[in-house]
């Protein structure tokens, strides 16, 4: 592993917090720099010059005698530190079946179910913006539609991949556990509510802001 790891990230994120969480399960070390992006601070001549020129977070720094390199992209991160441990699969099938979950997350679960719980929990429906406003509707059937499929696999499996936790519970968790402050009714879903007791009584486990 490399000298030093620092996570630049807004503790609100369900993005950043699925690094610590990676983190934290494997017992790794993790150095945090926070910004608060409802106030604009990720995108600021300083953070875009010399953090990340798409002024998003998170963002993983990797710091070793060569010096410091920046990997955005929050599974990305994930799988820079967990690679070659039990969270990531050794088995060739396995580990593509773990990165179509991953790219589920990003692609069909977050863009709806964190959007929502962003526009409602942090931003307020009264000030969303007439577009966005024009997309709850499709972000609500969309993000309960990711659900419905989450927790019909999770009825069937323990985990999301083969028989033990994976990077793909890992980056799945933080935004499901937090569903409801979108507006989705996670008590509807059993088998997800159980995977995230499972999820939560891990060895190392770590609770989000």
């Known amino acids: 592993m490399p000298d ?17 969480l990676t983190a934290a399960l ?3 070390p993790l150095a945090t720099k926070q910004y608060d992006i409802l106030r604009g601070e990720t995108r600021t001549p300083e953070f875009i010059n010399s953090i990340n020129p ?5 963002v993983l720094q990797i710091a070793d005698a060569s010096g410091s390199r920046f990997l955005p992209e929050s599974n990305a991160a ?36 964190a959007t929502m719980r962003f526009w409602l929990q942090f931003v307020g429906e009264a000030n ?14 969309a993000g309960a539609e990711a659900l419905r499929l989450l927790d019909e696999h999770l ?32 008590r509807d879903h059993g088998a997800i509510c159980a995977w ?13 802001m």
Not at 128 to 141: F, P
Not at 156 to 165: A, I, L, P, S
Request: net charge neutral; with cysteine.
């Open 78 to 113: 994930c799988w820079y530190i967990a690679e070659g441990s039990m969270l990531i699969p050794e088995e060739r099938f396995a580990r593509a079946e773990m990165l179509r979950w991953m790219f589920f997350e990003q692609y069909s679960h977050e863009p709806n179910i």
């Open 196 to 208: 995230i007791k499972r999820v939560e009584a891990l060895p190392g486990f770590v609770a989000m």
């Open 128 to 141: 969303l913006s007439d577009q966005q406003k024009s997309q709850i509707m499709a972000k609500r059937v």
């Open 4 to 20: 030093q790891l620092t996570l630049h990230e807004d503790p609100r994120s369900g993005n950043c917090y699925k690094i610590k």
């Open 155 to 186: 009825v069937k499996n323990h985990w999301m991949v083969g028989d033990t936790v994976s990077l793909a519970d890992i980056v799945l968790y933080p935004y499901t556990h937090v569903a409801e402050a979108g507006g989705f009714a996670l």
């Open 26 to 28: 494997l017992g790794l």
């Open 54 to 58: 798409h002024g998003r977070i998170p």
